[in-house]
């Protein structure tokens, strides 16, 4: 059996961004043991692998965080060195209608992970390696001027950032209090394949797609910093090679805009791709009761990233944009995929009596 330089479980990787970091790492170390964890939610989807899913170096574990004696069992036999842990709960709408599965999959996941590898790392901290991979919604909303830095006092604002920013706390004490080498990213809002079609980019080329309403929340005002999904994942290779432990990086892509604004020139970009009339999309944005507490602004201060490990967006937002389009409709099979069976009950909760 070939022996590997290092095992490294990835937690969450049949989610959105963990998908990518997983193809991203089973591809360029073929040196490394990765091993996927995932319980499988709504959110997860082997489909989101199935390129990879073949490789040597790759296992996937189906299993529940929250579960403390599966975790445990597991962090023994496998004897994990380094870990990167994605798996949330991650939909800030969900969070309003049901907050507990946040605390359970986001805190109560998160200790289980740090205490698992505390117990088999036993103080020998040599080659090891937690890095927990948060968001930039732990610093709050901003107004119109200024950016998140790594310095910016935590004021989340939603159930989901609350236990997020609950969860970076926590690793950082284990660092503090234990040793434990721990590193931290906060990146801004992702974009690109294989996002679940709850959140904005997706569910509105998919109600295009399907001359569905495109339900833009209160005045559409509220400004969020786009990154790439594949320039994320290459940060995170970056920090849990080369950050410094424990420190905190923030990921952004110093991308800006308004939802109108994004929505405008999705709507353009589909009726280019769908043969429609200029204009034909836009007719279907429809304004809707505002999420509560809706952050108004975010946005993220790459610099440091930037300057300690020469990291850089690599896609312009037009480019990205257009790669993310072309992708979903042409997987129509995996969106109809995804947005059958438990979906439609949420869509119908959320969205039709707004
Ligand atoms: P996602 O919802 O697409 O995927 C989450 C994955 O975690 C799914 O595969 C799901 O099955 C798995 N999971 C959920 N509960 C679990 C449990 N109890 N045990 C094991 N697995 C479980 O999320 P995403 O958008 O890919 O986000 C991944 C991480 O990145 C999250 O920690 C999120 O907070 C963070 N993040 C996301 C964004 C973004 O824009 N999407 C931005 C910054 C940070
Ligand atoms: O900033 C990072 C965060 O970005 C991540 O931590 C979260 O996991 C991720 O979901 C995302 O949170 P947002 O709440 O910013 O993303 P979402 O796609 O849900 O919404 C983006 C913006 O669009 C936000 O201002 C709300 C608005 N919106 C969203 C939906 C789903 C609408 O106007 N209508 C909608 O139907």
Known sequence: MKSYSKTLLITGGAGFIGSHVVRHFVRLYPDYLILNLDKLTYAGNLE?????????NYRFLRADIVDETEVFRLFRELRPEGVIHLAAESHVDRSISN???????????TINLLNAAREIWKDDWEGKRFYHISTDEVYGSLGEEGLFTERTAYDPRSPYSASKASSDHLVRAYHHTFGLPAVLSNCSN???????????IPLFI?????????????????????????DHARAIDLIFHQGRIGETYNIGGNNEWQNIALILKLCALMDDRLGRKAGDSEKLITYVKD???HDLRYAIDSSKLQRELGWAPSLQFEEGLALTVDWYLANQAWLEGVTSGDYQHYYERQYLQR
């Open 291 to 293: 999420r509560a507490g």
């Open 48 to 56: 989101n692998l199935r390129d990879i899913e073949q490789a040597t």
């Open 99 to 109: 907050p507990n599965a946040f605390i359970f999959t986001n805190i109560v996941g």
């Open 190 to 200: 992702n974009y690109g394949p294989y996002q679940f079609p709850e959140k904005l």
């Open 206 to 230: 998919n109600n295009i797609r399907n001359n569905k309403p495109l339900p833009v929340y209160g005045k559409g005002e509220n400004v969020r910093d786009w990154l790439y999904v594949e």
